[in-house]
């Protein structure tokens, strides 16, 4: 079992609300990211993050942000949230290889929240 | 168009049968391919990771194959349990940024009934 947590498991909220999805990994991992998946849907990245101070967006455009401010803390926050919000948002971590390390490490995924915008 | 599409979208099976699935990827360079099991309401946990170099791997009852020639990769279940329903979700990742980017199938919704 991989020790990355995610709270809320589940939200409903309404129209307007800013809102914070928390995300923690103690596996010292330096990249963490953040997939939304909707039913019968593949996971789409929007945000990652290589390390403290480090974030980025991903392929799917997305009105959340993301800070990392510690390595194990990688929360997402909606500052005015809209029913088109309603989703599953996955947190996940993985290892940074280091130079010449060409090894393929894995993703670790937290179970999810579902949000639900009314 | 998605660069991982995987079939059938859903299978009903029953307890004790074997199943497959399929994957099939467009994605390039490649690095390499993985399997998910996801549990409604919950994240993927991997069940397997394939490089170039190898052509099949187990993890118990699953056994995933890869030809990164005709790009395309299965997953079998031997025995299938109950507790085998689930997502089956194929992932590739490429050799193109420093991030590894992973590309995600839609999955492979599997039943089993006793």
């Known amino acids: 079992e991989a020790d990355i947590y995610q709270t809320p498991r589940y939200l409903v909220i309404g129209t307007g609300k800013k809102i914070t999805l928390e995300c923690s990994q103690t596996?010292?991992?330096?990249?963490m990211y953040w997939y939304q998946q909707d039913p019968g849907m593949e996971l789409h990245l929007i945000h990652y993050s290589y390390g403290v101070n480090s974030t980025e967006k991903g392929d799917l455009s997305s009105e959340s942000t993301v800070s990392r401010i510690r390595t194990e803390h990688f929360p997402l926050t909606l500052e005015s949230a809209r029913p088109s919000h309603t989703s599953q948002y996955l947190c996940?971590?993985?290892?940074?290889?280091?130079?010449?390390?060409?090894?393929?490490?894995?993703?670790?995924f937290g179970p999810g929240t579902r949000l639900t915008v009314t | 168009k998605n660069q991982v599409e995987q079939s059938p979208q859903s299978l009903i099976i029953l307890e004790g049968k074997n199943c497959t699935l399929q994957?099939?990827?467009?994605?390039?360079?490649?690095?390499?391919l993985r399997w998910y099991k996801q549990d409604t309401g919950r994240g993927p946990v991997s069940l397997t990771i394939m490089t170039f170099s190898e052509n099949t791997k187990s993890n118990g009852r699953y056994t995933a194959t890869l030809d990164a020639d005709t790009k395309q990769s299965s997953l079998h279940i031997t025995a299938s349990q109950l507790s085998d329903s689930a997502s089956y979700i194929c992932?590739?990742?490429?050799?193109?940024?420093?991030?590894?980017?992973?590309?995600f199938g839609r999955g492979t919704q599997l039943t089993v009934w006793p």
């Open positions: 994957c099939n990827y467009t994605v390039s360079p490649f690095s390499n």
């Open positions: 596996m010292g991992h330096d990249k």
């Open positions: 992932v590739v990742s490429d050799r193109g940024s420093t991030l590894g980017r992973l590309y």
């Open positions: 996940a971590s993985s290892h940074s290889p280091g130079q010449g390390d060409f090894r393929s490490y894995e993703q670790y």
